[in-house]
């Protein structure tokens, strides 16, 4: 049996979506007119973030064909904030985003996870 496609229509119903209304409690790092960025529920290390649009975005690629210029250069704006508010940019940090299934994606809500204070390792 064929599962449901998660990522062909926006859901708005997602956890990030439930987030921006306000319906699931987050620890909010920094919030402006188009993002948001709060802790990860479940990090995978010391420092986990998330950054997401407010924006109906399901991937990277529908973000950036789809969003207007103001929500684009307001979600990178953001970017440079976290990193200085979570205090990583001596230390350094990783930056991922994944893509639907075969790129790990598990909420289907373009969303960006910046991870620091732990050795990121090479990528493969």
């Known amino acids: 049996m064929n599962e ?6 926006y859901n708005t119903d ?15 790092i920094l919030e402006t ?6 802790h990860d529920a ?7 973030g998330l950054i997401i649009p407010k924006g109906q975005y399901i991937t990277a690629d529908d973000f950036f064909a789809c969003a207007s ?5 307001d979600w990178r704006c953001v970017i440079a904030k976290v990193i200085h508010i979570l205090d990583i940019k001596e230390s350094g940090y ?19 996870h ?7 390792g ?3």
Do not use: W
């Open 14 to 28: 997602n956890t990030f979506a439930r987030i921006i209304r306000r319906q699931i409690d987050c620890r909010l």
């Open 42 to 48: 479940f990090p995978v290390a010391p420092v986990h």
């Open 114 to 120: 910046v991870l620091g204070k732990k050795p990121c």
């Open 69 to 73: 210029d103001v929500e684009i250069l």
């Open 4 to 9: 449901p496609d998660i990522f062909k229509h």
């Open 94 to 112: 990783r930056l991922v985003c994944n893509a639907r299934r075969d790129g790990g994606q598990v909420v289907p809500h373009f969303h960006m």
């Open 33 to 38: 007119e188009h993002t948001m960025a709060f």
């Open 122 to 124: 090479l990528m493969a």
